[in-house]
Nanobody, 123 residues
Framework: VQLQASGGGLVQAGGSLRLSCTAS????????MGWFRQAPGKERESVST????????YYADSVKGRFTISRDNAKNTVYLRMNSLKPEDTAVYYC?????????????????WGQGTLVTVSS
């Protein structure tokens, strides 16, 4: 499966962005999906994940209450709505697909990765 992430950009602190990740190549609904991020000099971390059915989600403590993950299986797309953005949210955001379908929290459980989209939050 191929993943194309989009929606990143420059935003002021307190602002919002919506990231999108569109899949092609195989049946999208077979996969658990996740959003991860990597800031300069830091390891890749899990931001939010969603089960193949959309019935179960996970959020990192740092984004809980501010970010919302959703998916539209008919459009082969997963979204990450990011509100109340903070400078510490600045990172390259990656979407990934997981054949286990459960929306694992660990990046190494994911089988396919998009190219990343840069989110920069200014103070």
């Amino acid at each position: 499966v191929q993943l194309q992430a989009s929606g990143g950009g420059l935003v002021q602190a307190g602002g919002s962005l919506r990231l999108s990740c569109t899949a092609s190549g195989r049946t999208f609904m077979w996969y658990g999906m996740g959003w991860f991020r990597q800031a300069p000099g830091k390891e890749r971390e899990s931001v939010s994940t969603i089960r193949w059915s959309g019935g179960s989600t996970y959020y990192a403590d740092s984004v809980k209450g501010r970010f919302t993950i959703s998916r539209d299986n008919a459009k082969n797309t997963v979204y990450l709505r990011m509100n109340s953005l903070k400078p510490e949210d600045t990172a390259v955001y990656y979407c990934a697909a997981e054949e286990l379908r459960v929306g694992s929290r660990q990046p190494n459980q994911y089988d396919y990765w998009g190219q990343g989209t840069l989110v920069t939050v200014s103070s």
